[in-house]
Structures are given as structure tokens and as C-alpha cells.
């Protein structure tokens, strides 16, 4: 307790510390303080030195701290680690939530020097110590401090790291995303990386639910209807967003001392062997009880006897009261209804076993699963590749229902992880010709959804169904050569079960299209309608007496025709691409490219329509208005609609940009090749003709030289000279 001296100026304190925080006197009392520790809170249930750390007043933590007698010489109630407020929290608790308090933390230390230890393992209602609450809040110094105080070891387990519901330190500071302190924690404290919580999930296995760590991010949701058509017709795909390096270092620490997926595979081997012992035991009992057997097998059978008469009275019964089924029954068998009804039962069985997949997914708990498998499911390549470079025997590995890692890619839609295992030199042709355990192959599964996949990907039919056909392409393409089985259980192949799955899909897609192309179609008719008005009522008028346009002469007159000419032009042949759309059978196939590459087109000359319409516009006006002073006003004036309606688009404007950047980006690439070809064919001619010159040359000049000096061509020997014959 403080002594009577300190009693003034704690009221000092106390009073100016309400004055500065006009909300305390509502929350606090208005007793006389005589302690530092004394509870001023009525709702908190918090001391003074409680209140002062919550709003950051550093100042008079210090002085209050000051005040504090030695602990060691108090009662143990009134010492300081028993002063709790409502949360459990003790002074050190508030103060380990900051880095900044870190002198006040190792001020409040000192003053319990020699009883230290309870102060630093005291727990709060939630079972955190100090030391947890730096790492919940991520506190790097804080939690080097209070480890160093509290002695701790790198060799575990340790008790004072984890809370009652077992989240350990390293747990928390991968939920707050403080990759940092997670960093030290795992490589000092290893054993940590292994530990589950209550949950049975370790480190590895929260951080591979945790996507939008690694940057991705969610689809954005204004992204326009122009910019999905160039994305459908274009080969480039952004690469995901780089994770930060320290983020990249705790995956490779906590991928190389992770086992836990040695672990579930230890489990499920353990269960086999106990399947089969269980097995070889009943067998012996079986063989050792045989007369206890016999009795229970004829006990068996007067139950079947019994239950066969009660199924034949049955029988007679309903032969006897439903005469009214037995006639609906031998019509259906005149009208043959029974095919149709068989299948109405299949379309009904795949759609149930669907349902039924994923409700028996939903039941698995993540920590059931290996973190190879949760980072497949949540997108994360980082941890997906350093599990492979590090484990690559995990590629074989299946979960619960058989899956294993390809398949659930493809289940979930995730391209980049499929690319990325088929791609790697440990890939083997059995993980491209495994299948579940309802026989699903590679190809199933992308006739495969999920309830929650509509939902995450908010795009109109036809993209998505692209999306969908580009991606069984893909999944065809890369394990083709590897189908050993290409009907499953339920008797379906992978294209009648993906057009099964696609059916509602493919109809909304075709609505959507049909749609889109009509609009875009009336809107060509009238930009036509235009334009073939406008180039009988020209600007300025014509002759009465010859027919010919007054203006002609001007230059911005055949600015005015051309543009006319083109806007018609690129109008009518907008309307006949959509016409083509529109009298389509639509496929299911044609969605892949052929319909989307026809709506392009369709609506690059509709567009180029409208742009050339807005500078016949503008030359109309410069015609009409060449007369005024100010001619450069008017030529502004005259084309400002056309950069107002590319700029005001933004999908317009992005879309052309990026396809202008492609364009522009593969013709220079294309020239540079061509350049190098052309240099390297006209350097080969260059030389050929070099060479062939070189010898016309010494055939045509140094031969007669030769013969000149008397030096003429010698016979081959063996051979008779003229003269000697």
C-alpha cells in the first residue's frame, strides 16, 4: 500500500487523469485513491494503473509504477500479479499488448523481484499468459523481453506458451498474420511447428487456409463486360501476387519440420494393419466357437424363414387390396415407360451422389487433412511447391475419399497448382490414371462442382462455361495418354458427365448470349439508319440545279464521306456477324471460342461504327462553322465526343489498352524474329554469292593467266598424251 505521503499526489494524478478523459468520470468512482492498484471501474473492474495503460497515458504509467511498493513484501492477495479486471488481465497483460511499453514492462518486473515468476505466468480467463498476448498482438520485443525473463528453452513441450483451448503462440501469431514473430517463434522453439490445438491443427495447416496471406485476393466485382470478351479471346493469364520474403521463409521452415502428413499416413497404415488383425481374430474365434456358431446360424435362419412368410402374406395382401396398382402397373408395361423413368433415375442418382460427396466432405474436419491438400483447396502455390520440393512422396498421397492432389485442383478450379504438378519433373503417369473412390478419373472431375462455386465467381453464364470447356481441354490435353478407365461408377464418361452437370449452365449461357446479341444487333440498325440519312442531307446542302454538294471543295468534306462510308460499312457488317450469332444452333463446343471470337467481332465494328459517326459529326461541325475566328476552338469542339466516349468506358478503354499492349507487344516480338531471319538469310546469301563470284573469277582470270606463262593443265596419269598417239 502507499503510505500517507503518496495519498496527495495520487489524488492529483487521479483527478487530472479524469479531467484529460472526459468519459472516465462515467465509468469510474468517485472514491478517494490511495493506491496505484485500487479499482476506480465499475464496469471493467479495472485498478488505476489498468485504466492509464488502455488509453496510452505513458507518462503516468511511469509515475504510477514509481509508487509501487517492492512486491515481495506484501501480502500474496494484494500483490500485483492478483489485481485482475474483468478479462483476467494482470498490469503485465495490458502492457505486453505494445512494444512500447517495454520499459514500463521491465519496470513492473523489477518491482516484483523475486516473485517474478508469478507475475510473468499468470493467466488471464482465457488461459493466456503475457507472453501469449505480445504474440497475439504481434509483438516482436515484447516477446523477446518477456522470453528472456521468463528463461524459456528451445526444447519443449512448455505449458506457459499455449491457452486453454491449446493454441500455442505460433498459432496465434499466424492467425494475426505476424509473420515476423512467427518466424523467430518457429526457429527457436521447433517443437512448436508439430503442436496441434484442440482443433488438431498445427501451424502449417492454419497457414494453408489462409489465402489472401499470400495475395489472393478476391475477384473485383467491377470488372466489365468488355474486359471478360477480351479475356475470353486472349492466351495471357496474370501470374499470382509475390508473398512478402519473410512469409516465404516461414513456409520453407515450416514445410521442412512439419511431419504431420508422415503422421495421417502412419494413421491410416496403423488402421489397415488393425483392420486385418481384427480380421485374422475373428477368423480364430470363429474357428475356436464353432458349436456356439451353429447354434446362432440356426437361430439366423428360422428369422429368415419368418421373414420370408410375413414378405409372401405381404405380397397376397397387396395382390388383394390394390387391384387399382396392379392395372396402372400393367398399362405403364403397355405404354413402355419404364425407359424413361430409368433415366429421370440416373439424372436423379448423379445429382444425389453430388450432393452426397460434398455432405460427406463438408463432415471431414481440416484437421483431418494433410497441408498438402489444404493448400491445394485454398490456392496457395508457395506452400503447394515447397511441399513438393521438400516431400515429394507426398504427390501419392489421397485423402478420405481417395482424391489426391490433382483432383482436388480440379475439383476446386484451381489451374495454377494443376499446371504447376503436371508440369514437375516428380510427376508420375499414375497420378494421371488414378481415380477416386467412385471411379472418378482427372477428366470427372471437371464435370465435378461444388455448392459454394457459383457463388465465389459472380460472371455471366458464357464466360463461366468457357471457363469450364477451356479447362476440361486443358485437363484432356495433359492426361489423354493416361485414361485407363473412362467410365466411373454411376456408368458415365467424362463428357456425358460433364454435359449432365453443364446442362442448366449451357441453357443460361445461351439465353445470355441470344440476348446480349439482339441489343447489340438494334443498336447496329440504328447506327446504320444514321449514317445512310446523313449522307443524303449533307452538310451544307446541295445544288438545285446540278445535285452537287456546296461544300465539296472543303478538305473536311471527305473527311465527312469517308467516315460516313465507314460507319455504314462497319455498321452492316456488325448486323450480319450478329446475325450469324443469332441463327447458331449453339453447341455446347461453340462456346469454347467460336461464338466469342464472332461476339468480338461483332463488337470491335460496332464500336469502330460509333467512332467513325462521331467524327462524320465533327467534320459536319468544322464545316458548318469554318467561318468564326476561332477555328481551333471549333476543331476541339467538333471531335470532343470521340475521346469522351472512349475515355468515359473505362472496360472500353482498359480493353483496347490491354489488347493494344498484346498486339503491339507480339508484333514487335514477331518483327525482332523476322529481323534476325532476314539478317541471317541475307548474310548466307551474301557469302554463297561472295563465293561464287570468287570462283567465276579465278576460272575466268588466273586460268588464262596460266596458259599464257606455259603452265597448261598436265594429263592424269595413266592416261596418253595426243602427241604420243
Request: glycine share 4%; net charge neutral; proline share 4%.
Given at each position: 500500500m502507499a503510505d500517507s505521503k503518496q495519498k496527495c499526489p495520487i489524488e492529483v494524478l487521479y483527478q487530472n487523469f479524469r479531467i484529460k478523459h472526459k468519459y472516465l468520470p462515467k465509468v469510474s468512482g468517485d472514491q478517494p485513491l490511495k493506491d496505484p492498484l485500487q479499482r476506480i471501474s465499475k464496469s471493467y473492474n479495472s485498478t488505476f494503473l489498468h485504466m492509464a495503460i488502455r488509453l496510452k497515458d505513458k507518462d503516468l504509467v511511469n509515475q504510477l509504477l514509481d509508487m509501487l511498493p517492492n512486491q515481495e513484501s506484501l501480502p500474496v492477495p494484494v500483490r500485483v500479479w492478483n489485481r485482475?479486471?474483468?478479462?483476467?488481465?494482470?498490469?503485465?497483460?495490458?502492457?505486453?499488448?505494445?512494444?512500447?511499453?517495454?520499459?514500463?514492462?521491465?519496470?513492473?518486473?523489477?518491482?516484483?523481484?523475486?516473485?517474478?515468476?508469478?507475475?510473468?505466468?499468470?493467466?488471464?480467463?482465457?488461459?493466456?499468459?503475457?507472453?501469449?498476448?505480445?504474440?497475439?498482438?504481434?509483438?516482436?520485443?515484447?516477446?523477446?523481453?518477456?522470453?528472456?525473463?521468463?528463461?524459456?528453452?528451445?526444447?519443449?513441450?512448455?505449458?506457459?506458451?499455449?491457452?486453454?483451448?491449446?493454441?500455442?503462440?505460433?498459432?496465434?501469431?499466424?492467425?494475426?498474420?505476424?509473420?515476423?514473430?512467427?518466424?523467430?517463434?518457429?526457429?527457436?522453439?521447433?517443437?512448436?511447428?508439430?503442436?496441434?490445438?484442440?482443433?488438431?491443427?498445427?501451424?502449417?495447416?492454419?497457414?494453408?487456409?489462409?489465402?489472401?496471406?499470400?495475395?489472393?485476393?478476391?475477384?473485383?466485382?467491377?470488372?466489365?463486360?468488355?474486359?471478360?470478351?477480351?479475356?475470353?479471346?486472349?492466351?495471357?493469364?496474370?501470374?499470382h501476387a509475390r508473398c512478402p520474403l519473410i512469409l516465404e521463409e516461414l513456409v520453407k521452415l515450416l514445410v521442412k519440420e512439419d511431419t504431420t502428413w508422415y503422421a495421417s499416413k502412419n494413421e491410416e497404415l496403423d488402421i489397415e494393419l488393425s483392420q486385418t488383425k481384427k480380421g485374422i481374430d475373428s477368423k480364430e474365434n470363429k474357428s475356436k466357437t464353432s458349436p456356439q456358431r451353429n447354434e446362432q446360424k440356426s437361430e439366423e435362419l428360422k428369422i429368415e424363414l419368418s421373414q420370408m412368410k410375413k414378405g409372401i402374406n405381404s405380397q397376397e395382401n397387396e395382390s388383394k387390396t390394390s387391384p387399382e396398382r396392379n392395372e396402372q402397373k400393367s398399362k405403364e408395361k403397355e405404354l413402355n415407360i419404364e425407359p424413361s423413368s430409368k433415366q429421370n433415375i440416373g439424372q436423379e442418382s448423379v445429382q444425389n451422389s453430388l450432393g452426397k460427396d460434398e455432405q460427406d466432405?463438408?463432415?471431414?474436419?481440416?484437421?483431418?487433412?494433410?497441408?498438402?491438400?489444404?493448400?491445394?483447396?485454398?490456392?496457395?502455390?508457395?506452400?503447394?511447391?515447397?511441399?513438393?520440393?521438400?516431400?515429394?512422396?507426398?504427390?501419392?498421397?489421397?485423402?478420405?475419399?481417395?482424391?489426391?492432389?490433382?483432383?482436388?485442383?480440379?475439383?476446386?478450379?484451381?489451374?495454377?497448382?494443376?499446371?504447376?504438378?503436371?508440369?514437375?519433373?516428380?510427376?508420375?503417369?499414375?497420378?494421371?490414371?488414378?481415380?477416386?473412390?467412385?471411379?472418378?478419373?482427372l477428366l470427372h472431375m471437371v464435370g465435378q462442382k461444388r455448392k459454394s462455386q457459383a457463388s465465389e465467381r459472380m460472371q455471366c453464364p458464357a464466360f463461366q462455361l468457357q471457363t469450364e470447356l477451356l479447362f476440361f481441354q486443358n485437363v484432356k490435353s495433359a492426361s489423354g495418354m493416361h485414361l485407363t478407365k473412362p467410365l466411373n461408377?454411376?456408368?458415365?464418361?467424362?463428357?456425358?458427365?460433364?454435359?449432365?452437370?453443364?446442362?442448366?449452365?449451357?441453357?443460361?449461357?445461351?439465353?445470355?448470349?441470344?440476348?446480349?446479341?439482339?441489343?447489340?444487333?438494334i443498336l447496329s440498325v440504328f447506327i446504320a439508319t444514321v449514317a445512310f440519312a446523313a449522307a443524303y442531307t449533307v452538310p451544307g446542302g446541295s445544288d438545285g440545279s446540278t445535285g452537287i454538294p456546296i461544300l465539296h471543295s472543303k478538305p473536311f468534306f471527305l473527311v465527312f464521306v469517308l467516315a460516313d462510308v465507314f460507319s455504314l460499312t462497319l455498321a452492316l457488317t456488325s448486323m450480319g456477324i450478329f446475325l450469324s450469332i443469332l441463327t447458331s444452333s449453339f453447341p455446347l463446343q461453340h462456346f469454347e471460342t467460336y461464338l466469342f471470337e464472332k461476339l468480338k467481332q461483332g463488337m470491335i465494328c460496332m464500336i469502330a461504327s460509333v467512332t467513325m459517326m462521331a467524327v462524320a459529326f465533327g467534320a459536319t461541325i468544322i464545316l458548318l462553322m469554318t467561318h468564326h475566328r476561332q477555328k481551333a476552338v471549333w476543331y476541339v469542339i467538333a471531335f470532343l465526343p470521340v475521346p469522351i466516349f472512349f475515355v468515359s468506358y473505362s472496360p472500353l478503354r482498359s480493353a483496347f489498352l490491354r489488347r493494344f499492349t498484346e498486339s503491339s507487344t507480339n508484333f514487335v516480338r514477331k518483327f525482332r524474329e523476322g529481323l534476325v531471319w532476314t539478317v541471317l538469310i541475307f548474310l548466307i546469301i551474301l557469302v554463297t554469292l561472295i563465293y561464287i563470284v570468287y570462283k567465276a573469277c579465278e576460272c575466268i582470270i588466273c586460268m588464262p593467266v596460266g596458259w599464257i606463262r606455259g603452265n597448261k593443265p598436265q594429263p592424269h596419269v595413266g592416261t596418253q598424251s595426243t602427241d604420243e598417239v
Amino acid at each position: 500500500m502507499a503510505d500517507s505521503k503518496q495519498k496527495c499526489p495520487i489524488e492529483v494524478l487521479y483527478q487530472n487523469f479524469r479531467i484529460k478523459h472526459k468519459y472516465l468520470p462515467k465509468v469510474s468512482g468517485d472514491q478517494p485513491l490511495k493506491d496505484p492498484l485500487q479499482r476506480i471501474s465499475k464496469s471493467y473492474n479495472s485498478t488505476f494503473l489498468h485504466m492509464a495503460i488502455r488509453l496510452k497515458d505513458k507518462d503516468l504509467v511511469n509515475q504510477l509504477l514509481d509508487m509501487l511498493p517492492n512486491q515481495e513484501s506484501l501480502p500474496v492477495p494484494v500483490r500485483v500479479w492478483n489485481r485482475k479486471n474483468n478479462e483476467g488481465n494482470t498490469i503485465l497483460h495490458e502492457l505486453a499488448a505494445s512494444d512500447s511499453w517495454k520499459e514500463s514492462a521491465s519496470k513492473l518486473v523489477d518491482k516484483c523481484k523475486g516473485t517474478d515468476q508469478e507475475l510473468l505466468n499468470a493467466r488471464n480467463e482465457l488461459g493466456e499468459t503475457p507472453i501469449f498476448c505480445a504474440a497475439r498482438h504481434g509483438q516482436t520485443e515484447m516477446f523477446e523481453f518477456l522470453a528472456g525473463k521468463m528463461m524459456l528453452i528451445a526444447v519443449g513441450p512448455e505449458d506457459r506458451m499455449r491457452r486453454k483451448d491449446g493454441t500455442t503462440v505460433l498459432h496465434i501469431s499466424i492467425f494475426t498474420e505476424s509473420f515476423k514473430l512467427a518466424h523467430l517463434i518457429a526457429d527457436r522453439y521447433k517443437y512448436l511447428i508439430v503442436e496441434r490445438d484442440n482443433d488438431s491443427m498445427t501451424a502449417l495447416q492454419y497457414l494453408a487456409c489462409n489465402p489472401t496471406a499470400f495475395g489472393r485476393k478476391k475477384t473485383k466485382m467491377g470488372q466489365g463486360f468488355m474486359e471478360d470478351l477480351m479475356k475470353s479471346t486472349s492466351l495471357t493469364e496474370k501470374l499470382h501476387a509475390r508473398c512478402p520474403l519473410i512469409l516465404e521463409e516461414l513456409v520453407k521452415l515450416l514445410v521442412k519440420e512439419d511431419t504431420t502428413w508422415y503422421a495421417s499416413k502412419n494413421e491410416e497404415l496403423d488402421i489397415e494393419l488393425s483392420q486385418t488383425k481384427k480380421g485374422i481374430d475373428s477368423k480364430e474365434n470363429k474357428s475356436k466357437t464353432s458349436p456356439q456358431r451353429n447354434e446362432q446360424k440356426s437361430e439366423e435362419l428360422k428369422i429368415e424363414l419368418s421373414q420370408m412368410k410375413k414378405g409372401i402374406n405381404s405380397q397376397e395382401n397387396e395382390s388383394k387390396t390394390s387391384p387399382e396398382r396392379n392395372e396402372q402397373k400393367s398399362k405403364e408395361k403397355e405404354l413402355n415407360i419404364e425407359p424413361s423413368s430409368k433415366q429421370n433415375i440416373g439424372q436423379e442418382s448423379v445429382q444425389n451422389s453430388l450432393g452426397k460427396d460434398e455432405q460427406d466432405f463438408d463432415k471431414y474436419k481440416k484437421g483431418d487433412e494433410s497441408p498438402l491438400f489444404l493448400a491445394t483447396i485454398s490456392n496457395i502455390p508457395q506452400i503447394v511447391e515447397e511441399i513438393l520440393i521438400h516431400h515429394p512422396e507426398t504427390l501419392e498421397h489421397t485423402n478420405r475419399e481417395g482424391k489426391n492432389i490433382l483432383q482436388l485442383a480440379i475439383l476446386y478450379r484451381h489451374k495454377e497448382i494443376f499446371d504447376m504438378v503436371v508440369n514437375s519433373n516428380v510427376l508420375t503417369s499414375n497420378l494421371l490414371s488414378a481415380t477416386d473412390d467412385k471411379g472418378n478419373s482427372l477428366l470427372h472431375m471437371v464435370g465435378q462442382k461444388r455448392k459454394s462455386q457459383a457463388s465465389e465467381r459472380m460472371q455471366c453464364p458464357a464466360f463461366q462455361l468457357q471457363t469450364e470447356l477451356l479447362f476440361f481441354q486443358n485437363v484432356k490435353s495433359a492426361s489423354g495418354m493416361h485414361l485407363t478407365k473412362p467410365l466411373n461408377n454411376q456408368n458415365k464418361t467424362a463428357e456425358e458427365l460433364f454435359a449432365t452437370t453443364n446442362e442448366k449452365l449451357h441453357g443460361e449461357a445461351k439465353e445470355w448470349l441470344m440476348h446480349t446479341t439482339e441489343n447489340c444487333t438494334i443498336l447496329s440498325v440504328f447506327i446504320a439508319t444514321v449514317a445512310f440519312a446523313a449522307a443524303y442531307t449533307v452538310p451544307g446542302g446541295s445544288d438545285g440545279s446540278t445535285g452537287i454538294p456546296i461544300l465539296h471543295s472543303k478538305p473536311f468534306f471527305l473527311v465527312f464521306v469517308l467516315a460516313d462510308v465507314f460507319s455504314l460499312t462497319l455498321a452492316l457488317t456488325s448486323m450480319g456477324i450478329f446475325l450469324s450469332i443469332l441463327t447458331s444452333s449453339f453447341p455446347l463446343q461453340h462456346f469454347e471460342t467460336y461464338l466469342f471470337e464472332k461476339l468480338k467481332q461483332g463488337m470491335i465494328c460496332m464500336i469502330a461504327s460509333v467512332t467513325m459517326m462521331a467524327v462524320a459529326f465533327g467534320a459536319t461541325i468544322i464545316l458548318l462553322m469554318t467561318h468564326h475566328r476561332q477555328k481551333a476552338v471549333w476543331y476541339v469542339i467538333a471531335f470532343l465526343p470521340v475521346p469522351i466516349f472512349f475515355v468515359s468506358y473505362s472496360p472500353l478503354r482498359s480493353a483496347f489498352l490491354r489488347r493494344f499492349t498484346e498486339s503491339s507487344t507480339n508484333f514487335v516480338r514477331k518483327f525482332r524474329e523476322g529481323l534476325v531471319w532476314t539478317v541471317l538469310i541475307f548474310l548466307i546469301i551474301l557469302v554463297t554469292l561472295i563465293y561464287i563470284v570468287y570462283k567465276a573469277c579465278e576460272c575466268i582470270i588466273c586460268m588464262p593467266v596460266g596458259w599464257i606463262r606455259g603452265n597448261k593443265p598436265q594429263p592424269h596419269v595413266g592416261t596418253q598424251s595426243t602427241d604420243e598417239v
